[in-house]
């Protein structure tokens, strides 16, 4: 068995090779492996919001943040995805974590 790493792997030869959707299926077969896999959680958030899978995309990406709660990017992520979501309240809150995260006031 395969795994969540090597799964993730594949998945992101699949997504360089522009097959979007197989990737996606790589991808959640990896946390199949490992549900608490960063990369992958990551991953699926930028694929799934290119595919227009809005709140999958945002639901991967919160589940970022929830795994890695003290890393700026992680919200900074969160922020564009719902960004490009037209989830805008959304994004400016989660910048603003981001930026309390970097030691920097919110605008």
């Known amino acids: 068995m ?5 799964l993730y792997d594949e998945a992101t030869k699949l997504k ?10 790589k991808l959640q077969a990896a946390l199949q492996v490992d549900p608490g896999h960063v990369l992958t ?9 290119k595919l227009g899978r809005n709140e999958e995309a945002i639901t991967h990406a919160k ?3 929830e795994l890695e709660p003290n ?3 992680s919200f900074t992520q969160l922020s564009v995805i719902c960004q490009r979501c037209g989830k805008i ?3 400016e809150a989660a910048m603003a ?4 995260l970097q030691g920097r006031r919110p605008h």
């Open 2 to 6: 395969s795994t969540a790493m090597e």
């Open 71 to 73: 890393d700026a990017f």
């Open 97 to 100: 974590q981001a930026h309390v």
């Open 41 to 49: 959680h990551s991953a699926l958030g930028v694929i799934l919001q």
């Open 16 to 25: 360089g090779a522009g097959k979007l959707a197989e990737a996606v299926e």
């Open 89 to 91: 309240p959304e994004a």
């Open 63 to 65: 589940k970022v943040c």
